[in-house]
T-cell receptor
Framework: AQSVTQLDSQVPVFEEAPVELRCNYS??????LFWYVQYPNQGLQLLLK??????LVESINGFEAEFNKSQTSFHLRKPSVHISDTAEYFC?????????????FGQGTELSVKP | DAGITQSPRYKITETGRQVTLMCHQT?????MFWYRQDLGHGLRLIYY???????DKGEVSDGYVVSRSKTENFPLTLESATRSQTSVYFC????????????FGPGTRLTVL
């Protein structure tokens, strides 16, 4: 069985400060890892994903995440946040062996960026 | 417009009533999913479908029924609504499984009184 743990339920940060949202997973097989973002009153949208290859993946809006197999982690970072990054962020895991492409989500981290 | 839509966006019903939440996608994606979102639980999979007429249970399927007679539609029915089914429900679709991006609808906020 697979599981995902997001270590912080809420992360308050000031604008232009760096941020890290932590995600750990548990799996006995090789995994694919995702970060989704949910802006207020909207559905989720993909931020970035790791499938294979380079362990550092980047999004178009300045976020990056690094797959660390030994620590079973996929932490999300941004060197300088904006007010518009305020949202809930979900880490999710899948695998080749998942029937039907099911995603297992973490509990979510609410990022609140303050001016 | 192309995309994935859900209806209704908001629904209030009473315990014991049957409720159907609709989901429609215009991409002809093979895979479709229903999740519920509750505080402290993130998103949990209710049902998924790999193609028309192929559906399977997720983590929290008790009390829910789905059908998929057409590729583009994936309705979710609560046969006899209970207060514990008060939640926000999201439909999603993807072209492939496992590695592919899932595209989410805007959600339906359901309140069961």
């Amino acid at each position: 069985a697979q599981s995902v743990t997001q270590l912080d339920s809420q992360v308050p940060v000031f604008e232009e400060a760096p941020v890290e949202l932590r995600c750990n997973y548990s799996s006995s097989v090789s995994v694919y890892l995702f970060w989704y973002v949910q802006y207020p009153n909207q559905g989720l949208q993909l931020l970035l994903k790791y499938l294979s290859g380079s362990t550092l993946v980047e999004s178009i809006n300045g976020f990056e995440a690094e797959f660390n197999k030994s620590q079973t982690s996929f932490h999300l970072r941004k060197p300088s946040v904006h007010i518009s990054d305020t949202a809930e962020y979900f880490c999710a895991v899948s695998s080749f062996y998942n029937q039907g492409g099911k995603l297992i989500f973490g509990q979510g981290t609410e990022l609140s960026v303050k001016p | 417009d192309a995309g994935i839509t859900q209806s209704p966006r908001y629904k209030i019903t009473e315990t014991g009533r049957q409720v159907t939440l609709m989901c429609h996608q215009t991409w002809s994606h093979s895979y479709m999913f229903w999740y519920r979102q509750d505080l402290g639980h993130g998103l949990r999979l209710i049902y998924y479908s790999a193609a028309a007429d192929i559906t399977d249970k997720g983590e929290v399927s008790d009390g829910y029924v789905v059908s998929r007679s057409k590729t583009e539609n994936f309705p979710l029915t609560l046969e006899s609504a209970t207060r514990s089914q008060t939640s926000v429900y999201f439909c999603a679709s993807s072209r492939l499984d496992s590695t592919d991006t899932q595209y989410f609808g805007p959600g339906t906020r359901l309140t069961v009184l």
